[in-house]
């Protein structure tokens, strides 16, 4: 008798949780998406979304296997429930050719909201080949935009050829990527992979990021980031900046970037600022556990950062760098400066820490260049430290 209830019991929670399971399950299936990479299922995912969103219980999106066309999306919040699900097996693809508009995917407003999987194809190669031609091209869109969110975790995204920035994180807090894969050419311009600004607790793991650009960059107000187990390569290495920009800016605080390896890129660990007058500042950051493999600048604060050096800025970066930790960082320079610190001469870096630095250059002795930086050196120095 006991164990006939038991079973009861057992029979009703399993058709509990289905019934809830199946009336908070949005499939853009059911919404009208065909997985046939031709027909435009925007309509159909923001339908999807409407549902999920306006639901008062945690509801879950499901997106099945296929190539999904979608124009361009913008999910937006507030939504009534915090505890949002998106399962993406499928791909979704941008249009073939161009727009005007610089955001393809956008999360915007919400809290709480958690993507599985999901491969995300830019389908950047005719705006590069504009860029390319050098013809007039619209500025560019970035795959995706997470803008103005809190809470949001992204686990095993992979995201393709993008326009421009592959990911930027704007005005949010508590953003969480595990296990991403970002991959566009190495000759392709400006494809960033993740841009960070005016956003804090940003956590990023075990992710691997090949592109024609930053693998990671912390623009202005970039506080309390978390980057770990990358590897990064092709692309121009992780960086703070640029900064500088602008004469009112936001500070960069406590970074920590560690566990990276750096294959091929033009630079490893990186802080850039314009010379020209800013309040900004970055304080308190610390790379360590780095290994770089045939890497052009392993190690570089440049606040005299100008590329292509046309109408450079001058004569002084207002932006103040100080208490910077790098920390057992080894492998091979492909050139021959393998630590360059060029601060400000109005603002000179202070506290710069280097510790077990190991960086070695063919089979010539590599190089250390300071300038306007205090700061100690401590355990093995090689190149031997300038500070
Ligand atoms: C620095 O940021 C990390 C998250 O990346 C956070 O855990 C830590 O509490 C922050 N430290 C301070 C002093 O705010």
Redesign the pocket.
């Known amino acids: 008798m006991a164990q006939t209830f038991g079973s009861l019991l057992a029979l009703l929670l399993i058709s509990y949780l289905s019934i809830t399971m199946a009336t908070a399950a949005y499939n853009v299936v059911d919404f009208g998406a065909k997985p046939d990479g031709r027909t435009d299922a925007a309509k159909a995912f923001l339908a999807a979304w409407a549902a999920a969103c306006g639901s008062n219980q945690p509801a879950t999106i499901i997106v099945p296997s296929g190539g999904f066309l979608v124009s361009q999306a913008l999910f937006s919040g507030p939504c009534s429930n915090t505890g949002m699900r998106m399962f993406i097996k499928g791909t979704l693809m941008a249009p073939a050719g161009y727009s005007d508009s610089t955001q393809w995917i956008t999360i915007k407003y919400v809290e709480g909201l958690s993507i599985y999987g999901g491969r995300l194809d830019g389908r950047g190669q005719a705006f590069w080949a504009c860029k390319n031609a050098r013809r007039s091209c619209p500025y560019g869109a970035t795959s995706l935009t997470i803008g103005q969110s809190k809470n949001l975790l992204l686990s095993g995204i992979r995201l393709v050829n993008s326009e421009l920035f592959h990911m930027s994180i704007f005005a949010s807090s508590g953003i969480t990527l595990q296990g991403a894969t970002i991959t566009a050419p190495d000759d392709s311009p400006n494809t960033d992979g993740i841009h960070i600004q005016m956003s804090s607790?940003v956590?990023i793991t075990g992710s691997t990021m090949r592109t024609g650009d930053d693998c990671i960059s912390m623009g202005p107000g970039s506080t309390?980031?978390?980057i770990e187990n990358i590897k990064c390569g092709p692309g121009h290495g992780i960086s703070v900046g640029s900064l500088g920009g602008e004469a009112q800016e936001a500070g960069v605080q406590?970074i920590?970037v560690r566990a990276v390896e750096f294959t091929g890129t033009q630079n490893g660990l990186r802080i850039k600022t314009w010379a020209k007058p800013s309040n900004g500042f970055v304080k308190g950051v610390t790379f360590e556990h780095a290994v770089m493999k045939n890497v052009q600048n392993p190690i570089v604060v440049d606040q005299n950062y100008c590329p292509g050096t046309v109408n450079c800025p001058g004569p002084s970066s207002g932006i103040k760098i100080s208490q910077v930790k790098f920390n057992d960082v080894h492998g091979t320079s492909a050139t021959q400066v393998a630590v360059k610190l060029d601060c400000s001469p109005s603002n000179p870096c202070t506290g710069i820490e280097l510790q077990d630095i190991k960086l070695t250059y063919q089979n010539e002795r590599s190089l250390s260049y300071c300038k306007n930086v205090k700061g100690t050196a401590s355990g093995v120095m090689i190149p031997s430290s300038c500070l």
Do not use: P, Q
């Open positions: 607790f956590t309390d980031v978390w406590n920590t």
